[in-house]
């Protein structure tokens, strides 16, 4: 099936530090969406986008749709502890299933 | 209080036995799927339901079986021809299979020994 591509696999960072990824695809999208799976649960829904150029915040996330419906990206600011966990990027296009990229893992230093 | 549940959230099965994994909503989703995960894989859906009494595959059926006699249940059946079946199990419920937002179990682990 299908892929989207997420980058980076997995990032280390220092606490208070921004944080930013992204997910793209051969393929252009109507909807992106982007969750966030702590360790040993089921991912969580952070931010939904429908529209290219959109962009949304949560907090202390902001999510934008890309402008050629191919990409989309996730910031994080000031990140603390509890921001640790995989990040997953998904999206569909027309009628399509949902499919997911394969996450980002952020790691946050002491 | 409604959400999805996933029982039980760890399994440990011998290898060539079938296992059937559990998974319940009360939020009135007609839309209900079944993912797999494994260490950097991303989810990879096995079977989906879009409505009660009707599934479709998806990408990695091969050994996996489901059933949806009521709305609120889609059991997963992990048969001993999977031929790789230890892995995280996630299930997932949408209001309908065109809604974007996907509501997730907490999972559960399966081992085969």
């Known amino acids: 099936g299908q892929q989207l591509n997420q980058s980076p696999q997995s990032m280390f960072i220092q606490e208070g530090e921004d944080v930013s990824m992204n997910c793209t695809s051969s393929?252009?999208?109507?909807?992106w969406l982007w969750y966030k799976q702590e360790p040993g649960e089921g991912p969580v829904l952070l931010i939904a986008?429908?529209?290219?150029?959109e962009l949304t915040s949560n907090g202390r996330l902001t999510a934008q749709f890309g402008i050629t419906r191919k990409d989309s990206f996730l910031n994080i600011s000031a990140s603390i502890p509890s921001d640790v966990g995989i990040y997953f990027c998904?999206?569909?296009?027309?009628?399509?299933?949902?499919?997911f990229g394969k996450g980002t893992r952020l790691h946050i230093l002491p | 209080d409604g959400g999805i549940t996933q029982s039980p959230k760890y399994l440990f099965r011998k290898e060539g036995q079938n296992v059937t994994l559990s998974c319940e909503q009360n939020?009135?989703?007609?839309?209900m799927y079944w993912y797999r995960q494994d260490p950097g894989q991303g989810l990879r859906l096995i079977y989906y339901?879009?409505?009660?009494?009707?599934?479709q595959k998806g990408d990695i059926a091969e050994g996996y079986s489901v059933s949806r006699e009521k709305k609120e249940s889609f059991p997963l059946t992990v048969t001993s021809a999977q031929k790789n079946p230890t892995a995280f199990y996630l299930c997932?419920?949408?209001?309908?299979?065109?809604?974007?937002?996907?509501?997730f179990g907490p999972g559960t682990r399966l081992t085969v020994l």
């Open positions: 997932a419920s949408s209001i309908t299979a065109d809604t974007d937002t996907q509501y």
């Open positions: 393929s252009i999208f109507n909807t």
């Open positions: 986008l429908y529209k290219a150029g």
């Open positions: 998904a999206g569909r296009k027309g009628d399509d299933k949902i499919i």
């Open positions: 939020l009135n989703h007609d839309a």
């Open positions: 339901s879009q409505i009660v009494n009707d599934f």
